[in-house]
């Protein structure tokens, strides 16, 4: 027997009395609302039902109506979806539902479209009332018959409705692609929803009230690429401003809770396949699908990037390719450390070579020098060394041949003279002298 609608889930969390403000994704929903749709979706603690019910908030202040609910797996079916839709909407718009309620009582054979219609119905009946209908939690009803439903009633909305979807997951609705994106769809995602450095700030010293400076604000907002969660549970353990240096730049001491956080509220919920798939990526710095069937031999690997995407968990798209957040990277690879070395190594051959195959020789440098093969980063590091140099990347080219000096002997002549370009660039003009003299004395003793 399915449970009774919980009453609280007509109503959005309470808010605490000191928030970020968000004022510029307030102002775009505002403004949303002259659209059909209002779709948020993003990773897992970002914030949005915190955006929603203080957008919900600001709504009320204005004399708006809305009508909230949290969805559960209960709402799976159309039937019981429907009638919390209606409760939802009765809480403080008493006039409209009474067609919906009629048809909920008739028993079997009424189908979704049936009731989407009804719902349709009671809410253009009463026009003058401009209703605001907010979806939270959508994810735990994303590919069930509700959402034929919820098609039907987009593709038929009344002008005086608008609703909103807020979910973890990109919802399987086909009448998403029908809708134009500049006047009936409103689109906030993941990376609308990460703090900016100034965010951070305001969060850390006006909500929590933490006096942290601005080189440790901006370090906070590195280490968490702007996830409103990342920052509290990097913040838990800080009690006041004297230990609070010391706590943000040994984030470990708060490692245990953000593990638990990714263990418990992310990765719980995915199948086995898609877990295995997570710790094959974590271990490369970016992934597609051509370098994880080169890598793993992964048949799915398309199927599974889709499912990654389309659920939110925790990785960017650069270009081509694909990269995790940090924390969740780190994550990752914490369940992943009991991989056997000959593993790890075989991982990193394969990568290289895939990199080579490319050119892109950067990575495939990379690669090579975590699975321990310096002869062939070497040869890749001739291949781009002066390119490189060419190209004002530095930094690269300094961190190699750091790394390439516990292998004296070995630098080619190519590899060298790149040296004495990279030195110049770094104003150690002594140390050019030096290498241009050995250079020389070299050149001419083999004459």
Not at 4 to 33: A, C, F, V
Not at 206 to 221: F, M, N, P, T, W
Not at 265 to 276: E, M
Request: hydrophobic share 45%.
């Amino acid at each position: 027997m399915p449970l009774p609608l919980l009453l609280p889930n007509l109503m959005p969390p309470r808010l605490p009395p000191l928030l970020l403000s968000r004022t510029h994704l307030i102002e775009k929903l505002h403004r949303g609302q002259a659209g059909k749709l209002t779709l948020l979706h993003g990773a897992s603690g970002t914030g949005k039902t915190t955006l929603l019910a203080l957008w919900r908030r600001d709504l009320l202040i204005f004399g708006k109506r809305t009508a909230w609910l949290t969805l559960t797996k209960e709402e799976r079916l159309t039937g019981r979806f429907f009638s919390s839709v209606v409760m939802a909407i009765e809480k403080d718009t008493p006039e409209i539902g009474k067609g919906l309620r009629l048809l909920l009582t008739a028993g079997d054979g009424v189908t979704g479209k049936l009731l989407a219609a009804a719902l349709i119905n009671d809410i253009a009946l009463h026009e003058d009332i401009n209703i605001v209908l907010m979806l939270d939690n959508y994810q735990e009803i994303v590919d069930s018959e509700v959402e034929h439903a919820i098609n039907f009633l987009l593709e038929n909305l009344p002008v005086n409705l608008h609703l909103v979807i807020s979910s973890g997951s990109w919802p399987s609705l086909s009448s998403l692609s029908g809708l134009d994106y500049s006047s009936q769809l409103l689109e906030i995602a993941t990376d609308d929803l990460l703090l900016n450095v100034a965010e951070v700030e305001e969060y850390v010293r006006d909500v929590k009230e933490i006096a942290l400076d601005d080189v440790a604000c901006r370090s906070l907002h590195e280490k968490t690429e702007g996830w409103i969660t990342g920052i509290q549970l990097a913040l838990s353990r800080v009690r006041s401003a004297n230990s609070s240096q010391h706590k943000l730049n040994d984030f470990s001491a708060n490692w245990d809770a953000v593990n638990s956080y990714f263990d418990e509220v992310v990765l719980a919920k995915q199948p086995t396949h898609i877990i295995n798939f997570l710790h094959e990526c974590c271990l490369l710095r970016e992934f597609n699908e051509d370098l994880c069937v080169s890598v793993y031999q992964s048949l799915n690997a398309a199927d599974n990037i889709a499912y990654i995407k389309r659920h939110n968990l925790f990785c960017y798209e650069q270009k081509n390719s694909f990269r995790f957040f940090k924390l969740f990277s780190q994550a990752l690879k914490e369940r992943a450390k009991g991989i056997p070395q000959e593993q790890l190594i075989q991982v990193n051959r394969r990568a290289t070579y895939w990199y080579a195959k490319k050119e892109q020789w950067n990575e495939a440098v990379q690669y090579a020098l975590d699975a321990g093969d310096t002869g062939l980063a070497l040869g890749y590091i001739d291949q781009c060394a002066m390119k490189l140099v060419e190209h004002g990347d530095i930094k690269t080219l300094y961190d190699w041949i750091v790394r390439m000096e516990a292998f004296p002997g070995i630098h080619s002549l190519t590899l060298r003279i790149a040296e004495v370009w990279m030195l110049s660039f770094l104003f150690r003009f002594d140390e050019v002298n030096k290498r241009l003299l050995q250079l020389e004395q070299e050149a001419t003793s083999g004459l």
